[in-house]
């Protein structure tokens, strides 16, 4: 495809022989200011002169072509290029014609690992809302990545350690007989833990019990491994209903347990530094230096920590998948955890490529409207009942609308989970999640359903002619108008906001961007009469919508969304 942004670099770089100055160009939000505008107030340092002096110059000494170039203009020391229309619709019809599916793809992050850390539910607990972003945001990241060529490894680092174990091992000795596990495990197994708990309260024996079968679950115990694989099995089975109904997949489910082995030599290694010491009876690395509390190693029973465990999986990731960034996706609750464990990282001896490239993603909570949930176990809101609410919610609607539509339940499954997931991933991730069903299911807002809207109005535009035009064949002089103009540009930067998206970690990017081409399409269907007698206007039209068309699948499908083809 041709890269205009490359084009003005290179011709910039020429003119003033700075290499560094692609990094300065910027694409203007507002689209009167340019395609791409040059920020002349970092040359000014360099240059000795004015932002403005330095922009008047350039535009001078710049001799890039009308065919590529129609305009550049100087504003307040900003230097705007304004790219040939026809030059950008023939660019992206070429593209759009060669990859089709996969426009919007690139090669950029060939050869480099990407290891990404996600969803992370506990074994034998509900898998509840709390796990919702984690799992969405960090999957939305898998695609994106993926999509650019990164060979990307996610990772479900489950919560299958701890003591919490050694007491769900105790209540079934006592009553597992009583409880259904194998048709109802989440729920029974969370009976038989709320129990053994209050037995534990009453009784210090039976802790002590509990504590003991940890500790032989530790050293291999044939029984109690026995018990914590079925009680694994059973949860993963239950998750992976979730992970279905969300189209999420995992190349990696080492969770606590799988590091417990390889925790000695981590201990061993920090101890070798000098760093680890004694404190009130733990052991810990103390990070004074850093404004931070000490990260504990040890406890003072000698069992490990959180941190340990983290620890033992960056030396395990860095020496298995030889990573160059290693992503952590949870709540902004974690920010210190992860900054403690980044700085010990720092002390395993291990090369500045992986320590310098430990990355956490953090997200902002889930925040609920009460009464808008119809699924309630005390505060926990399980994640498989508020997608099937979503999915019979989405089910009513789409019945009101269209009461005959054909695949009534798999559209609906597809606009109830598409709204749950957009609607996570339409602000910045560090921003509390509003959870509000009016607002989601809304087919007219900036919402899941009404980008799959727009999608189907596509669909419905391409289902009325016999054969996509040739992209070669068609005149481009009938997409001047504004609307048509406005769209083209936005479909060509597709994939320049999604390296944005993977630049900052930021899904919402893409899911503004959908946005604005959905909008954007509704305006030029509105204004433009795209089945016409006329041939040539009819052609042209028809593959600008199935641009559209590609652009919103693609881009949804990067988000986990999957697009219906009737509404």
């Known amino acids: 495809?041709?890269?205009?942004?490359?084009?003005?670099?290179?011709?910039?770089?020429?003119?003033?022989?700075?290499?560094?100055?692609?990094?300065?160009?910027?694409?203007?939000?507002?689209?009167?200011?340019?395609?791409?505008?040059?920020?002349?107030?970092?040359?000014?340092?360099?240059?000795?002169?004015?932002?403005?002096?330095?922009?008047?110059?350039?535009?001078?000494?710049?001799?890039?072509?009308?065919?590529?170039?129609?305009?550049?203009?100087?504003?307040?020391?900003?230097?705007?290029?304004?790219?040939?229309?026809?030059?950008?619709?023939?660019?992206?019809?070429?593209?759009?014609?060669?990859?089709?599916?996969?426009?919007?793809?690139?090669?950029?992050?060939?050869?480099?690992?990407?290891?990404?850390?996600?969803?992370?539910?506990?074994?034998?607990?509900?898998?509840?809302?709390?796990?919702?972003?984690?799992?969405?945001?960090?999957?939305?990241?898998?695609?994106?990545?993926?999509?650019?060529?990164?060979?990307?490894?996610?990772?479900?680092?489950?919560?299958?350690?701890?003591?919490?174990?050694?007491?769900?091992?105790?209540?079934?000795?006592?009553?597992?007989?009583?409880?259904?596990?194998?048709?109802?495990?989440?729920?029974?197994?969370?009976?038989?833990?709320?129990?053994?708990?209050?037995?534990?309260?009453?009784?210090?024996?039976?802790?002590?019990?509990?504590?003991?079968?940890?500790?032989?679950?530790?050293?291999?115990?044939?029984?109690?491994?026995?018990?914590?694989?079925?009680?694994?099995?059973?949860?993963?089975?239950?998750?992976?209903?979730?992970y279905d109904l969300l189209d999420v997949k995992f190349d990696s489910l080492?969770?606590?347990?799988?590091?417990?082995?390889?925790?000695?030599?981590?201990?061993?290694?920090?101890?070798?530094?000098?760093?680890?010491?004694?404190?009130?009876?733990?052991?810990?690395?103390?990070?004074?230096?850093?404004?931070?509390?000490?990260?504990?190693?040890?406890?003072?029973?000698?069992?490990?920590?959180?941190?340990?465990?983290?620890?033992?999986?960056?030396?395990?990731?860095?020496?298995?998948?030889?990573?160059?960034?290693a992503i952590y996706v949870t709540s902004y609750e974690q920010i210190l955890h992860f900054k403690q464990v980044f700085k010990v990282a720092k002390l395993l001896g291990l090369d500045k490529k992986y320590t310098d490239n430990l990355i956490h993603v953090p997200f902002g909570m889930v925040l609920l409207k009460e009464g808008k949930m119809s699924t309630r176990e005390g505060n926990i809101i399980k994640l498989e009942s508020l997608l099937n609410e979503?999915?019979?919610?989405?089910?009513?609607?789409?019945?009101?609308?269209?009461?005959?539509?054909?695949?009534?339940?798999?559209i609906a499954k597809k606009v109830g989970i598409g709204a749950i997931i957009f609607n996570d991933l339409y602000n910045s991730r560090i921003k509390d999640e509003i959870f509000d069903w009016d607002t989601m299911l809304n087919f007219n807002g900036e919402t899941g359903p009404y980008l799959q809207y727009m999608y189907v109005r596509t669909n419905s535009v391409l289902e009325k002619i016999e054969k996509l035009p040739n992209a070669n064949e068609l005149d481009l002089s009938v997409l001047s108008d504004n609307t048509s103009v406005k769209l083209i540009k936005t479909l060509y930067s597709f994939g320049d906001f999604i390296k944005q998206a993977a630049d900052k970690n930021e899904p919402y990017i893409i899911s503004r961007y959908l946005i604005n081409v959905a909008k954007e399409f509704s305006s030029f269907y509105n204004e433009n009469k795209i089945i016409t007698d006329d041939e040539k206007v009819k052609n042209a039209r028809v593959y600008l919508t199935y641009c559209v068309n590609i652009v919103l699948k693609a881009g949804a499908g990067l988000l986990g969304m999957q697009m219906p083809n009737k509404m």
């Open 1 to 242: 495809m041709i890269d205009f942004k490359d084009i003005i670099a290179k011709e910039l770089i020429k003119v003033t022989n700075i290499e560094e100055i692609e990094s300065y160009i910027e694409i203007p939000s507002n689209k009167e200011m340019g395609d791409y505008s040059l920020p002349c107030f970092k040359l000014a340092k360099v240059l000795k002169k004015s932002p403005q002096m330095i922009a008047e110059d350039l535009k001078e000494k710049i001799t890039l072509t009308d065919e590529i170039i129609s305009k550049i203009e100087v504003v307040n020391g900003y230097l705007n290029f304004y790219i040939n229309p026809a030059a950008i619709t023939k660019a992206l019809f070429q593209e759009i014609s060669d990859k089709k599916e996969q426009y919007g793809s690139s090669k950029i992050g060939e050869n480099e690992n990407i290891v990404i850390d996600y969803s992370s539910p506990n074994i034998a607990k509900p898998f509840h809302i709390g796990h919702l972003r984690s799992t969405v945001i960090g999957s939305a990241l898998y695609k994106i990545y993926k999509y650019l060529g990164y060979n990307v490894t996610g990772i479900n680092h489950l919560g299958d350690y701890g003591t919490q174990f050694g007491k769900l091992i105790e209540g079934y000795k006592r009553w597992g007989k009583e409880y259904n596990i194998e048709d109802n495990p989440i729920d029974e197994l969370t009976k038989i833990y709320i129990r053994i708990n209050e037995l534990c309260n009453k009784d210090e024996k039976v802790l002590e019990e509990c504590r003991n079968n940890f500790k032989k679950l530790e050293d291999g115990d044939p029984y109690c491994k026995e018990l914590w694989e079925k009680f694994k099995s059973l949860s993963l089975k239950e998750f992976q209903r979730v």
């Open 254 to 325: 080492n969770g606590e347990a799988f590091y417990s082995d390889k925790m000695p030599e981590i201990i061993d290694i920090l101890n070798k530094s000098g760093k680890l010491i004694e404190s009130e009876g733990a052991r810990v690395i103390n990070l004074d230096e850093d404004d931070m509390p000490p990260c504990i190693i040890e406890k003072t029973n000698g069992s490990t920590t959180y941190a340990t465990r983290d620890l033992a999986a960056i030396m395990y990731r860095a020496r298995t998948y030889d990573f160059d960034k």
């Open 390 to 410: 979503a999915i019979e919610r989405a089910r009513k609607i789409i019945e009101e609308k269209n009461p005959n539509i054909e695949n009534k339940e798999d």
